[in-house]
């Protein structure tokens, strides 16, 4: 059990080139191809049926609009996501046309080493080098499983060795003083506080959070389902202070914002979808209010939430199960922390340490 007035986080019992409304990738391959994307009919569009039929055409620009729409339509990523790949590999094909390389078997191992050589060259940080190259590998596997390519060309290419980084957290008194600082005075108040409750009752990311529609909500039940990366769900258990503050919200608070039939839990003042950015300009507000003068994003609930379940004695596989994470290895950072935890405690505390 967490130390604390409540039982670890609330109700868990026991992580460029435009996009538009859609979310589709609005990457229009190199600069000097004007006029539509590359290998496009008169209509803009290309005529292929599918991300093999896209490809065959044997450039490289046709190659990187497949594999968006591949992630796009099979893998299912999200807006923000699609976002970074097309930046990151428009990038990729700039540096293939400055080396007047436009087809894809023109791509050549060396090409792309001198690719990852000048990222570094560039600045970039480590992270940012590792994602572009991230994405330029995931692009030439695609199109070797396609059968696009014989051979992978970037099947050599070694992403550079990252500094572990520990996530930043926030202690039980400051998530106290967080939940609270909204207040209840007035619907946007109450909405801010059941979004906090929310976050750090189930860990859920802002996206899912503020994707969260009425139908999804099981408050009599005290679940909630949640649509994480690659709109996979999974339920999460909600605990009596969630459900107090969500009921508030949706019984006095809503109301009041919604004018006709809105399927989002969370809106804005104008009773519209509430936003990212319009979140996040309230979240420093709050945090403000709580005395916390660092850097502060939903995320960090997310991380608090892992930490102090696990500092509470749960089992990783259930964390992992409650945060949507597919690979155990992502949870397991959290494990990281918990003994950093114990060590300062140890030293703190212990007469011979």
């Known amino acids: 059990m967490t130390p604390g007035r409540r039982a670890g986080p609330r109700g868990a019992g026991g992580e460029a080139a435009g996009a538009g409304r859609s979310g589709r990738s609005e990457w229009t391959g190199p600069k000097r191809q004007a006029g539509g994307r590359p290998g496009a009919g008169r209509s803009g569009r290309s005529e292929g049926t599918g991300p093999k039929r896209q490809a065959e055409g044997g450039s490289l620009a046709r190659a990187i609009e497949a594999y968006l729409e591949h992630l796009k339509v099979e893998r299912r990523l999200r807006p923000n996501s699609l976002l970074a790949y097309g930046g990151d590999l428009e990038a990729f094909a700039a540096h293939a046309e400055a080396a007047e390389v436009e087809a894809l078997a023109a791509v050549s191992p060396a090409l792309l080493l001198r690719f990852a050589v000048g990222l570094a060259q560039a600045g970039l940080s480590p992270r940012s080098q590792a994602r572009r190259l991230t994405a330029v590998r995931g692009l030439f596997r695609f199109l070797r499983e396609e059968g696009q390519l014989e051979v992978d060309p970037a099947q050599a290419l070694r992403l550079p060795k990252l500094p572990k980084r520990l996530p930043e957290l926030l202690s039980r008194g400051e998530v106290e003083a967080l939940l609270v600082a909204p207040g209840q005075d007035g619907p946007l108040a109450l909405r801010d506080t059941a979004l906090l409750e929310l976050l750090y009752a189930t860990g859920c990311r802002i996206s899912e959070a503020l994707d969260l529609t009425l139908d999804r909500l099981y408050l009599d039940q005290a679940i909630v389902r949640l649509t994480g990366k690659g709109d996979k769900q999974r339920l999460v258990p909600l605990g009596s ?18 004018r006709g039939s809105l399927r989002w839990v969370f809106v804005n003042h104008r009773g519209g979808k509430l936003s990212r950015v319009g979140f996040f300009l309230k979240l420093r507000e709050h945090a403000l209010a709580a005395g916390i003068t660092r850097p502060i994003s939903p995320h960090k609930l997310r991380h608090s939430f892992a930490t102090h379940l696990l500092e509470g004695g749960a089992d990783l596989r259930a964390v992992q199960a409650l945060l ?4 155990i290895a992502t949870t397991e950072i959290y494990t990281h922390v918990t003994r950093d935890h114990l060590r300062e405690r140890h030293k703190r505390h212990h007469p011979r340490a």
């Open 241 to 258: 202070p969630a459900i107090a503050a969500l009921q508030a919200w949706l019984t006095s608070g809503r109301p009041e914002l919604v």
């Open 324 to 327: 949507g994470h597919a690979d």
